[in-house]
């Protein structure tokens, strides 16, 4: 009986190869805690309010360098709103170092917050409609101070949510934070922002909205030294895993026989993961590609629904239920279906909002209440089917492993070499099956933990330890070990057991030996477990 690699792998040997992914396990978590920053950071600067009595809406407004604009100080009544102009000139100002953005930095978010005191006279409304008149353009350093470039502009509406502990002159609002852009690159070294709040003139938005004193910025970039470590980690995985997935194609085309089901859902989990692997983002670093967040979560979707596919049919595979359709996707249409489905979801919510930014970075599906209701909705129920998905595949796991006991009971009447044998191969399947759980249930907090806002996490003391980055890198660090273990133990092997009859087997050997002969015949069988479990069911 062939098997595979997992089944007839020398003690030491296994040892050895298992160590070794646990030490590399080890690493990228270290190397995230330890080495990498922070995956992003957030920054908040005060707009600059400038005065342009022209109202000229082509005009660009900049508060630093040569040809820049006047300022105010208070808003004053006797001003137009149409000429007051909230500049915001990115990267910031710190300790009067003028900052320029990096390449390494790779995308930027933009979120607004007002500063609204509470006046009798203009109280703000509830559900109050604001409209905001946007310009963003871009310099580089070799540029003039007034050399300045369109990059997008919109008019956007965003509905102001505000309270306040106590309705007194002078006191100020608590508004919520409202979404303003999202760049899928930072190929340029500054950005201007100029936001007007044009003047109602009849018309339904910017009533009710109080009395507006200041506008802030937030803005979030991913960090040039995270991304310097993420990148270093793909172009180490990319080649290693390559080569494995090469050699177990090997192995299998080498067997006499078609694949099998399990072997190509292997080969499709490694495809996958090398797709999620390939270092495209270095391109990043020489061509402009606003479409880059769009198509990493593309990547990382398809990855998702290759590794959530594998788990549910590697476990099917292994329930070793006698039945006709096992080695067939037909017995798992309605489990791949569901997969799917959440898959494609997830993917249309992603391309309504990543992807409408490529063409307008100001769209945001978290704009109006119906939007942002929509968006929590969809958030909560991945969030939900990712962990019911985790029960179910514990589910799977459990029956699989009561089989597996249930089946034990015939080892007893086995000669002493097949029944050392096949307890071998019972406690290295189990040990990879709880690998698979863990693997499961990482993937799933992780899923979770990239939907949510960012905490960073310090340990008290001299050493620093990121808890995000070590997170992000360890499980990226998981999917590869985990992918090149499957490739490499779910290889077929080229031993064969047994190479001749045990001398020591009992009276009855020779039969079982037989049989054992007549189920390694089976062209779609790769595993001599699920021959062992077919066997006994037979009986």
Not at 69 to 75: A, D, F, G, N, R
Not at 150 to 175: F, N, P, Q, V, W
Not at 297 to 320: C, K, N, P
Not at 363 to 382: E, K
Request: hydrophobic share 45%.
């Amino acid at each position: 009986m062939a098997g595979t690699v997992l089944e007839n792998l020398s003690n030491r040997k296994l040892f050895v190869l298992t160590s070794t992914l646990l030490i590399c396990q080890v690493v990228c978590f270290l190397i995230g805690g330890l080495i990498a920053p922070a995956p992003s950071r957030a920054t908040w600067m005060l707009g600059t309010k400038c005065l342009d009595k022209e109202a000229n809406r082509s005009k660009w407004t900049y508060p630093r360098g040569a040809g820049r604009c006047p300022q105010i100080s208070e808003l004053e009544h006797d001003l137009h709103a149409n000429q007051i102009v909230f500049s915001f000139q990115i990267p910031f100002v710190k300790e009067n170092v003028v900052l320029d953005f990096s390449r390494w930095q790779q995308n930027l978010i933009g979120i607004l917050q007002l500063e609204i005191h509470y006046s009798k006279e203009t109280p703000v409304q509830d559900g109050a409609m604001l409209m905001l008149d946007t310009r963003l353009a871009y310099r580089n350093k070799w540029d003039k101070d007034s050399d300045w470039k369109l990059y997008a502009e919109s008019m956007e509406e965003r509905t102001l949510e505000c309270d306040i502990e106590e309705e007194k002159e002078g006191h100020t609002y608590h508004c919520g934070l409202i979404p303003l852009f999202e760049l899928g690159s930072l190929h340029h070294d500054f950005y201007l922002l100029n936001i007007r709040i044009p003047d109602a003139d009849g018309h339904e938005y910017n009533r009710g909205i109080g009395m507006l004193k200041d506008l802030n910025l937030v803005t979030i970039h991913q960090n040039g030294g995270f991304t310097k470590v993420w990148l270093s980690l793909k172009t180490v995985f990319t080649p290693i895993v390559l080569a494995v997935v090469i050699w177990y194609w090997r192995r299998v085309q080498a067997q006499a026989r078609p694949a099998a089901l399990l072997e190509k859902m292997i080969l499709f989990l490694g495809c996958a993961i090398e797709f999620l692997n390939f270092p495209i983002e270095w391109l990043t670093l020489f061509i402009d590609m606003p479409y880059m967040l769009l198509l990493s979560d593309i990547r990382q979707g398809i990855f998702y629904a290759a590794l959530l596919s594998f788990w549910l049919v590697f476990t099917g595979e292994h329930l070793m239920e006698s039945t006709g359709h096992r080695n067939t996707l037909q017995t798992y249409w309605k489990h791949l279906s569901a997969v799917a489905f959440g898959c494609l979801s997830l993917f249309l919510f992603d391309l309504c909002e990543r992807g409408a930014h490529v063409a307008n970075p100001f769209y945001s599906l978290w704009a109006t209440p119906f939007g942002t209701r929509l968006a929590l909705a969809l958030i909560i129920a991945a969030g939900i089917s990712a962990s019911l998905y985790f029960v179910f595949l514990s589910w799977m796991v459990w029956r699989v492993f009561r089989n597996i006991s249930s089946k034990r009971t015939a080892l007893p009447a086995m000669s002493e070499a097949r029944r050392l044998h096949y307890q071998g191969i019972i406690y290295r399947f189990k040990f990879l099956m709880v690998a698979t759980l863990t693997c499961a249930a990482m993937t799933v907090i992780g899923f979770i933990l990239g939907q949510v806002t960012e905490d960073k996490w310090k340990w008290d003391g001299d050493v620093e330890i990121e808890y995000t980055s070590a997170f992000y890198t360890g499980v990226y660090g998981m999917w590869n070990i985990y992918t090149m273990a499957l490739l490499s133990l779910y290889a077929p092997s080229h031993k064969r057991w047994p190479p001749e009859r045990d001398p020591y087997a009992s009276t009855n050997s020779g039969a079982e030996e037989i049989e054992f002969s007549r189920l390694d015949a089976d062209t779609s069988e790769i595993s001599a477990l699920a021959s062992f479990a077919k066997k006994v069911a037979a009986d």
